[in-house]
């Protein structure tokens, strides 16, 4: 392994960039955390990511394009960034996935608010979303056109 790739290790669970190594025969207990962990890096890294690119641009502008080389494609990194900086973090909520709050993103911080709620309380998923989403502008847009 490269020194500059990350090392995390979890009891006997050893994290790479593209594999897990597991150390002896840990216990079934033993599994349950390091899992864990696995999943809610998996739910928290598009955050990360997008939180992480929009700081570093407000910091160093253009330069820090050079920061992230080539490890996501130009259209992820965009993508990471912009759902990132429309969806403030008081907006997020952990149970739903990134996804969601993608389909959110271009509504207003109160809409957005309002039908994260909405989702999490209905068990909605992000294709769900995105129509509701869908039917809130239409609507809106066709009352706009009523109203002209």
């Not at 216990?27 to 999943?39: I, N, V």
């Not at 990134?98 to 209905?122: F, N, P, Y």
Request: net charge neutral.
């Amino acid at each position: 392994m490269a020194a500059d790739q990350p090392k995390i290790q979890l009891g006997p669970f050893r994290f790479r960039p593209a594999s897990v190594d597991v150390q002896g025969r840990p216990q079934l207990a033993d599994w349950k955390g390091p899992l864990e962990f696995a999943l809610w890096c998996q739910r928290a890294s598009p955050w990360w990511i997008g939180d992480m690119i929009n700081s570093g641009e407000d910091l160093f502008g253009e330069e820090f394009g050079e920061a992230c080389g080539s490890t996501l494609s130009t259209e992820m990194v965009s993508r990471y960034a912009s759902v990132a900086r429309r969806v403030p973090a008081q907006n997020r909520r952990a149970a739903l996935s990134w996804s969601a709050h993608a389909a959110v993103a271009r509504l207003s911080h109160a809409d957005q608010r309002k039908m994260l709620a909405l989702a999490e309380r209905e068990g909605w998923n992000s294709d769900d979303l995105n129509k509701k989403v869908r039917e809130l502008i239409a609507s809106r847009q066709s009352g706009d056109s009523a109203n002209s």
